[in-house]
């Protein structure tokens, strides 16, 4: 059976690949796997037949036959481990991979979200201007810390991996903010991901989906 992902029917992101869908698209498109997409209102996501695949009403989901998966990391990483091309053989390395997966999710991308919030949901706050400069400063911690982790290699461990397909995905939120301007190889490694075939791929079809229900 095809697999099938939901996507929303109109991307709050503006189409600029933002929306967690891209990244599963991107996995997808890497180790060539065909799939469908269900569009999904942000009404419809709130409706018990939704909720039965998402229980807090979120995309992206994943069905392949009978099985039900949700949560961008967890469907990236069941992809990565059914197919060749997102996790390498060798076991120490698979396992460093795979922490960098969590890296992204877990320690990388919480402030970043921190600030989208800051900015968008919490700026008309009367703490909004105080708060902002700490979400900033942590970014930059992170940044810095990964920036020099990095250094002048190519991708986090050896070859590209579903590690660094997460933790591209999470660092273009930061493009527009232009915090990752002030590390000129993270901006690299970000431009590297971007060119890849697949993420073209990816990044295409959700934008055509923005284009055509915008």
């Known amino acids: 059976m095809t697999v099938t992902i939901t996507a929303f029917e109109r991307s709050p992101d503006g189409g600029k690949g933002l929306a967690r869908d891209t990244r599963v698209r991107w996995a997808l498109e890497e180790v060539g796997q065909p799939y469908e997409v269900r569009l999904i209102s942000f009404a419809a996501m709130k409706e018990p037949t939704h909720l039965a695949l998402h229980p807090f009403g979120q995309i992206p989901t994943f069905e392949d036959g009978d099985l039900a998966l949700f949560e961008t990391g967890a469907i990236v990483f069941h992809i990565a481990e059914r197919n060749v091309g997102l996790l390498p053989d060798d076991a120490k390395a698979r396992a460093r991979a795979i922490t960098w997966m969590f890296a992204a999710l877990n320690t990388v991308e919480p402030p970043i979200l921190e600030l989208v919030n800051a900015r968008i949901l919490e700026g008309d706050k009367p703490w909004s201007n105080e708060r902002l400069p700490l979400v900033e400063d942590r970014i930059r911690t992170r940044l810095q810390q990964l920036s020099i982790r990095l250094g002048d290699a190519e991708w986090l461990d050896g070859a590209f991996s579903a590690g660094d397909l997460l933790m591209v995905s999470v660092l273009l939120r930061l493009k527009l903010p232009g915090l990752l301007g002030n590390h ?12 890849r075939p697949a993420y073209k791929r990816a990044f295409d079809a959700q934008l055509a989906v923005f284009t055509a229900n915008g």
């Not at 000129?184 to 971007?194: D, F, I, K, Q």
């Open 184 to 195: 000129p190889n993270l901006s690299a490694y970000v431009a590297r991901g971007e060119a």
